[in-house]
T-cell receptor, first 114, second 117 residues
Framework: AAGVIQSPRHLIKEKRETATLKCYPI?????VYWYQQGPGQDPQFLIS???????DKGSIPDRFSAQQFSDYHSELNMSSLELGDSALYFC?????????????FGPGTRLTVT | AQKITQTQPGMFVQEKEAVTLDCTYD???????LFWYKQPSSGEMIFLIY??????QNATEGRYSLNFQKARKSANLVISASQLGDSAMYFC??????????????FGQGTTLQVKP
């Protein structure tokens, strides 16, 4: 079965650089979520999109922005990177028309800021 | 505000034995969902089991079962017949339903499970 795809899997950036993380949800899933998991921490919700519109926003810094495109893939753009942005970034998707409760996670993008 | 609490930072279990991972939650919502995810050292988040607040029976998925006690606001994960591959971090999470129909997840702090041969 198709799963959530995230790219790149690993990313190394320097402080003050920008990064773009991509997420391809499971086909026919209409909701995408982004989570950030710092070292040794639990995942924290950043932002979500339902049918390409932003549906909820969590503790996402103003330096970050995200969008969902017409083909349902989503991108998380991160600017002026800081050391504290080093984390594992997950994208998850779900389908509200059936089993609206399960969120399927991608493998994550591990971002290291040096 | 909704909150998930996992009070066991680390647990050990002997291979083939059962283990219970604790999870308590706090919410004022009547409708909510509770999840357990497994995170191996490789980092991916693997969905294990789901319990809806209105589900009358405890959820089961293979060797995983969820001991749901609504009045006590607990949703403990029971893993039967532990295997070495069960060694991982386990997160309890709650689905928070906002003004939209989508529901972000709120996670507990996690419990690291180590299965001993």
């Amino acid at each position: 079965a198709a799963g959530v795809i995230q790219s790149p899997r690993h990313l190394i950036k320097e402080k003050r650089e920008t990064a773009t993380l991509k997420c391809y949800p499971i086909p026919r899933h209409d909701t995408v979520y982004w989570y950030q998991q710092g070292p040794g921490q639990d995942p924290q919700f950043l932002i979500s999109f339902y049918e390409k519109m932003q549906s909820d926003k969590g503790s996402i810094p103003d330096r970050f922005s995200a969008q969902q495109f017409s083909d349902y893939h989503s991108e998380l753009n991160m600017s002026s990177l800081e050391l504290g942005d080093s984390a594992l970034y997950f994208c998850a998707s779900s389908a509200t028309e059936k089993r609206p409760y399960e969120q399927y996670f991608g493998p994550g993008t591990r971002l290291t800021v040096t | 505000a909704q909150k998930i609490t996992q009070t066991q930072p680390g647990m050990f279990v002997q291979e083939k034995e059962a283990v219970t991972l604790d999870c308590t939650y706090d919410t004022s919502d009547q409708s909510y969902g509770l999840f357990w995810y497994k995170q191996p050292s490789s980092g991916e988040m693997i969905f294990l089991i789901y319990q809806g607040s209105y589900d009358e029976q405890n959820a089961t998925e293979g060797r995983y079962s969820l001991n749901f006690q609504k009045a006590r606001k607990s949703a403990n994960l029971v893993i039967s017949a532990s295997q070495l591959g069960d060694s991982a971090m386990y997160f309890c999470a709650m689905r928070e339903v906002g003004s939209s129909n989508t529901g972000k997840l709120i996670f507990g702090q996690g419990t690291t499970l180590q299965v001993k041969p």
